[in-house]
Nanobody, 120 residues
Framework: VQLQASGGGLVQAGDSLRLSCAASGRAFRNYSMGWFRQGPGKEREFVAG??????TYADSVKGRFTISRDNGKNTVYLQMNSLKPEDTADYYC????????????????WGQGTLVTVSS
């Protein structure tokens, strides 16, 4: 599956933003999907994921970010509310063809990053 992320931009602290990740290929519903991010000078980290067993979030975004998917549109979303300057990063979507994914194992596909910049 090929992934195309979009929706990044420059916002102020407290604002909201929604990222989208469109997948091409077949059987999108069979993929677990995740969002990861890499901030300036930091390693890539897990943000949110959705599998057949449910949704999971990094502690740093719980209560502020929501992941969802529309299998009819082959798209996964990341709704980001109450954004903070520390959320500034390149955001990447990823896919793994497995019903359950711990988000530590490598994905099958990565999308390109979409930059989110949060000013204080």
């Amino acid at each position: 599956v090929q992934l195309q992320a979009s929706g990044g931009g420059l916002v102020q602290a407290g604002d909201s933003l929604r990222l989208s990740c469109a997948a091409s290929g077949r059987a999108f519903r069979n993929y677990s999907m995740g969002w990861f991010r890499q901030g300036p000078g930091k390693e890539r980290e897990f943000v949110a994921g959705i599998t057949w067993s449910g949704k999971t979030y990094a502690d740093s975004v719980k209560g502020r970010f929501t992941i969802s998917r529309d299998n009819g549109k082959n798209t996964v979303y990341l709704q980001m509310n109450s954004l903070k300057p520390e959320d500034t990063a390149d955001y990447y979507c990823a896919a793994r063809r497995t019903p359950v994914w711990d988000f530590r194992s490598p994905p099958d596909s990565w999308g390109q990053g979409t930059l989110v910049t949060v000013s204080s």
